[in-house]
């Protein structure tokens, strides 16, 4: 495994060295940001590491010519900066067609350091897009489900599908790794196509049992302005006999559509249609006051990085309480995301939102215990 780091403290390099000795992986530092971009182009690594808060290194610039390069290695950010910034540079940097990974809070920890380093993209022998494909064919892709929550009843009212890849040496691998392939590399439309067709297949199968929760699907920019996006969604929903106003469609990346009014165009095609439309992640990335305003969206989803920090940061509890604000003007519904105690999920319940999301009450699960689950919410 080949590690590259930069950074500005010659100090913080040697640190990264030793860690990488000790995971067994072959490493090299630099402080120079030209000299970083020509190892990473040269030596291919797996993992990149950077911090982004360098004097003069504008860090939105070097990712954007990293996706130019086209490097396929997994970019691990680190730094001192807040979470939150931090969260939204990796969300950039998935929007560029690059490989995410963890983000690493300085200061580091042998066990942080490892953990970003387990989640590997695999590279095995053939090219990755074309692991991707075999993947699709073999099966080893698999839904896993989470679940939206009456933050009031704590009935479940939704669960949204999230994609995994089951790989048969690296294990579950998630979709930062390898939606964004997906779609640079010409496999968008078919991994669209089988999530829809595994979730709406799911969601026929609850409804044997009595459940009709919503099913949300995340969806991407260039999925939605595909032509045959709406026709293929059709489709699958009268296959498996749901109705339109079961689905939603998350909106994932708004802010990087190539061709906005197609999208438009389609959002509006579908909610004509009675379905369901949220904007994911809402808060981070670019414009998303002007999308809610240009987009028919039925949903928000407060992006977790504010709902992480709701207890200890005012800026947080600011922006969410504002996002409410918003929602409640404009008649929309809200779901929070993120929520990992009971006491966020009072604070927000008491501020007017109604649904949420997290591992405070369930982390995603295979569709065995989704299905248990659903059962006991609905008794
Ligand atoms: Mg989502």
Redesign the pocket.
């Known amino acids: 495994m080949r590690l590259l780091a930069m950074d500005d403290e010659p100090m913080m390099l040697r640190f990264v060295e030793r860690l990488a000795v000790q995971t067994g992986a072959e490493s090299r530092t630099t402080t120079d940001p030209p000299v970083f971009l020509r190892i990473a182009h040269e030596w291919a690594p797996d993992f990149v590491l950077i911090d982004l808060q360098m004097p003069n290194l504008d860090g939105l610039q070097l990712l954007r010519e990293l996706a130019c390069r086209r490097c396929s290695a997994t970019i691990v950010l680190m730094s001192a900066f807040e979470p939150m910034v931090l969260e939204t540079m990796r969300r950039i940097g998935t929007s560029f067609g690059l490989s995410m990974g963890d983000v690493l809070q300085k200061p580091m920890t042998v066990a942080s350091f490892a953990r970003a380093l387990a989640h590997k993209m695999p590279t095995s022998g053939l090219s990755r897009i074309d692991a991707l494909s075999q993947a699709i064919d073999r099966g080893e892709l698999v839904l896993h489900w989470q679940p939206i929550v009456d933050l009031t009843s704590k009935q479940i009212t939704g669960m949204?599908a999230l994609c995994r890849w089951q790989h048969p040496d690296l294990g579950l691998v998630y979709p930062d790794s390898f939606v964004p392939l997906a779609e640079t590399g010409g496999l968008g439309q078919r991994l669209s196509a089988w999530v829809l067709d595994q979730a709406f297949a799911q969601a026929a199968i609850w409804s044997c049992y009595g459940v009709r929760p919503t099913i949300?699907i995340?969806v991407s920019p260039e999925t939605f302005e595909a032509t045959e996006f709406a026709d293929v969604l059709e489709a699958q929903r009268i296959e498996h006999g749901l109705t339109a106003d079961q689905i939603c469609l998350?909106l994932?990346e708004a802010s990087t559509a190539r061709n906005p009014t197609r999208l438009r165009e389609t959002m509006t095609h579908l909610r004509q249609a009675n379905y369901r439309v949220a904007l994911?992640?809402f808060g981070t990335g670019s414009s998303t006051l002007q999308l809610i305003e240009s987009l028919p969206c039925t949903e928000l989803?407060i992006d977790k990085s504010f709902v992480l920090h709701l207890m200890d940061s005012e800026d947080a509890t600011a922006i969410v309480r504002a996002i409410l604000a918003l929602a409640s003007a404009l008649n929309v519904q809200v779901i929070a995301?993120g929520i990992e105690s009971d006491e966020v999920a009072c604070t927000l319940q008491a501020s007017g939102c109604r649904l949420g999301q997290g591992y405070w009450f369930a982390r995603p699960m295979p569709a065995a215990s989704a299905t248990v689950l659903l059962r006991r919410s609905a008794a």
């Open positions: 949204e949300s995340n998350e994932t994911d992640h989803k995301e």
